[in-house]
């Protein structure tokens, strides 16, 4: 056979043809022309060479397989020699996923570090200047979502009776809060290190800033308690133990709730949008009094410091004060 005949026999190219050639793998005979003259066994030779290297065997270390063939053997691991390729290159891959898998773990513990480093709560006493705050991380040209009527129904709106499960192990039933204030936000999926967002993310108005939000509550939960709410929640469509890992690493003193089914957005008509093929809540804040939305804040923004925006509401509109839709009973007779 020529070169390109048995390049074609073999399925490889002329060039690894001759490669294999000048490592000595393969011997044709020469013609009285001079032209190399290639054998089936040749072509047989070429094959297995091509097959162990897709085994991760190199090419350089084929040699006592071929042998194996050339010596009259049916099977080019018929041979002691050939069992000893076998382990050696075992050997070598054992070695390689061990340095991999120490490698791995150290990119793994560096991805941790840095991803933790700023969505930790501040150590008492630290130093301000040595502890990055979060919200430095959102980007400084995030769309501005537009009030598009989509809450303008909720205000005086009664709490349907939906009971969610809570990062706490428990289940709160949202009709029944009990008395005072309670303040539930709603955003659309906090992210998790190591875990991609969806596909132009940035570009969603109100999409970006959920752990920035979640960390502006923390960080003034006990003003709004001291304001008067009695409760504060997180709402997402995220499963419970995905909302777990973020009260955890963001040390958040309040639970999230988790609604995958979207009960409370179909009961109340609450905004949602799309991203990657997935429905997820747009950013939302409910004040809850006595079973009734109170106040509703949205469009959400700057996320990063809307728990202050509450807060400031609380404060401008202390609990004695009649709810939002509610009529003030009517005076003596003569006021």
């Known amino acids: 056979m020529r070169i390109n005949e048995v390049a074609r026999c073999a399925g490889v190219t002329t060039k690894t043809v001759r490669y294999y050639e000048s490592l000595g793998l393969i011997t044709p005979a020469r013609l009285a022309n001079g032209y ?13 060479v091509r097959e162990l290297n897709r085994l991760g065997i190199p090419v350089g270390r084929t040699r006592p397989f071929l042998d194996c063939l050339t010596s009259g053997r049916d099977h080019a691991d018929d041979c002691p020699s050939s069992l000893a390729g076998y382990r050696e290159a075992i050997d070598d891959l054992t070695r390689r996923i061990e340095e991999l898998t120490a490698r791995r773990s150290v990119l793994a513990r560096q991805l941790h570090r840095a991803a933790h480093r700023n969505s930790r709560a501040r150590a008492e006493g630290a130093d301000e200047d040595t502890v990055s705050h979060l919200t430095d991380l959102l980007p400084p040209d995030l769309p501005v979502p537009e009030d598009d009527g989509a ?3 909720l205000p005086g709106r009664a709490v349907p009776p939906i009971e969610l499960p809570d990062t ?5 039933p949202l009709h029944a809060l009990g008395q005072g204030r309670s303040i539930l936000y709603c955003y659309p999926l906090t992210g998790r290190p190591g875990t991609d967002l969806p596909d132009g993310w ?32 997180g709402l997402s469509s995220q499963d419970t133990a995905y909302q777990r ?31 990657a093929g997935a429905p997820l809540h747009r950013r939302i804040t409910l004040v809850i009094r006595d079973g009734r939305g109170e106040h509703v804040f949205f469009p959400v923004f700057p996320p990063d410091t809307h728990a202050q925006q509450v807060l400031a509401w609380l404060r401008d509109n202390p609990e004695d004060r009649p709810a939002e839709n509610e009529v003030p009973a009517p005076g003596p007779s003569g006021d």
């Open 36 to 48: 190399r003259d290639y054998s089936a066994h040749d072509a047989r030779l070429v094959r297995e």
């Open 151 to 153: 809450a303008a129904h």
């Open 168 to 172: 706490a192990g428990g289940v709160v």
């Open 202 to 233: 940035n570009t969603i108005p109100g999409a970006r800033g959920c752990t920035s939000e979640a960390c502006d509550f923390r960080d003034h939960h006990d003003d709004l308690r001291a304001a008067g709410a009695t409760h504060v929640f």
């Open 245 to 275: 890992e973020v009260v955890d690493r963001l040390r958040l003193p309040f639970p999230m709730l988790s609604d995958p089914g979207f009960l409370l957005a179909a009961a109340l008509g609450l905004p949602t949008f799309e991203a």
